[in-house]
């Protein structure tokens, strides 16, 4: 008798634990988020809009920073994981220096923030070195055929787990725990979160690579133009994240705006924060579907719509519009998880195996000095409101829909 194959693939111990870390991973995103948790944050202790749009740029272009860098030492390496597990640990360090930091430092605000920025600047960078192994780790252990179901897999139940960070932000922030001690122990279970899951993927087991010479960071500079001109798929995926990456200056303001503009309680940051996380999981079932049907040039155009929209709708609210403001969070992160699928699974897909960590590296070096974007986005709103943030905001996703048909087709 016949044996009739099953039809879901199984989850080997690498592909768990891969997605066990994502999981552990988006639950510290719930309580640490940097638009609404981070920059709530910033605002109580009286930052203005420019170093409230740094903490989005500090965490997302301090992540793609370093990787050029890092992209020349890790590909002479056969195993990733050592630098990977490195780098995690003073991420983890760094964390529990900005919980310090806010419980310690109350009484001398400037020196709170100051040394939370610090923080910050510290653990993106680190985030950055680790960033790139990751990618290697698991371009090796998840095959190309299962990665949309792998990154769709650990954002589906990772949002469920982040919904559930964000109710629990929300009675945090309702409770009679002073400030800043409630934003202490948000801290301190996003560091608990964040740590574990490191740990969990550091014991992934990895595969040899063959051992490549390595590049000194002048020699990976030289070959930007290079790998630009010799590969057209490349260089206009870089012109749609360069755009995407301008694009983002009004996102860490859309909650500043509903407090400072529209005059909503404090007490909508913890809607805000579940609307984020609570709209995830469902659009990451439809974007993982997307992914698999029609491929990841698709994800980044739809996702490029819904992301123009969030700014337009924000501004045609009026005050009191208190609970129709959430579409703009769901625009928001439906766009989000749109693109974290498609831009992952579209640069492993055109990465050419001999050359990926130079891919990774100068695509995310460059990309990650555009993210910071939100710190012009914050000066042109101390100059000029937020009105225009907003409209150019929408504009550049537009320009990055259009843009986007010119991308390698994959699926």
């Not at 194959?5 to 309580?31: A, E, H, I, K, Q």
């Not at 559930?164 to 009679?176: M, P």
């Not at 301190?188 to 960071?217: M, N």
Request: include cysteine; hydrophobic fraction near 55%; glycine fraction near 8%.
């Amino acid at each position: 008798m016949s044996v009739r194959p099953s039809r879901r693939p199984t989850w080997d111990r690498n592909y768990r634990l891969g997605v066990y870390n994502g999981w552990l991973v988006f639950v510290g995103d719930g309580f640490m988020n940097a638009t609404v948790v981070l920059a709530a944050f910033a605002a109580k202790l009286g930052a203005s809009n420019a170093i409230i749009g740094l903490l989005p740029a500090i965490q997302q272009g301090g992540w793609m920073l370093p990787q050029l860098i890092i992209a020349g030492i890790v590909r002479a390496h056969p195993y990733k994981l050592p630098v990977y597990r490195s780098a995690a640990t003073i991420r983890a360090l760094t964390y529990v220096w900005m919980v310090l930091s806010s419980a310690l430092l109350i009484d001398h605000p400037g020196w709170l923030l100051a040394s939370f920025i610090a923080g910050m600047i510290i653990n993106a960078f680190a985030s950055g070195v680790s960033g790139l192994p990751f990618l290697e780790v698991v371009s090796k252990v998840i095959p190309s055929e299962r990665r949309a179901s792998f990154f769709g897999t650990r954002n589906l139940w990772g949002g469920l787990l982040a919904f559930l960070a964000g109710l629990g932000v929300r009675q945090i922030l309702a409770s009679d725990l002073p400030f800043p001690y409630n934003y202490t122990l948000i801290f301190a279970i996003g560091t608990v979160a964040y740590t574990v899951g490191y740990a969990v993927f550091g014991r992934v087991t990895e595969p040899p690579d063959e051992p490549l010479p390595r590049a000194s960071v002048l020699e990976e500079l030289r070959l930007i133009p290079f790998t630009l001109r010799s590969d057209p798929a490349f260089r206009a995926f870089l012109g749609v994240r360069l755009l995407l990456a301008f694009a983002t200056m009004a996102e860490p303001f859309y909650a500043v705006y509903a407090l400072r503009v529209l005059e909503m309680p404090a007490s909508m940051l913890g809607v805000f924060l579940m609307t984020l996380t609570g709209v995830a999981p469902l659009s990451n079932v439809i974007w993982t579907r997307v992914a698999q049907r029609h491929g990841s040039r698709r994800i980044i155009r739809y996702s490029a719509f819904f992301a123009a929209l969030a700014p337009i709708i924000a501004l045609a609210l009026p005050p009191g519009a208190r609970w129709s403001y959430l579409a703009v969070f769901v625009c928001s992160s439906v766009a989000t998880q749109g693109f974290n699928l498609g831009h992952t699974n579209h640069l492993l897909n055109i990465a050419p195996t001999h050359a990926r960590s130079r891919y990774i590296g100068v695509l995310n070096t460059l990309v990650g000095l555009a993210l910071f974007a939100p710190v012009i986005g914050g000066l042109l709103a101390d100059a000029a409101g937020y009105n225009v943030v907003f409209l150019l905001s929408s504009g550049l996703f537009c320009a990055a829909w259009f843009l986007a048909m010119k991308l390698r087709r994959d699926a």
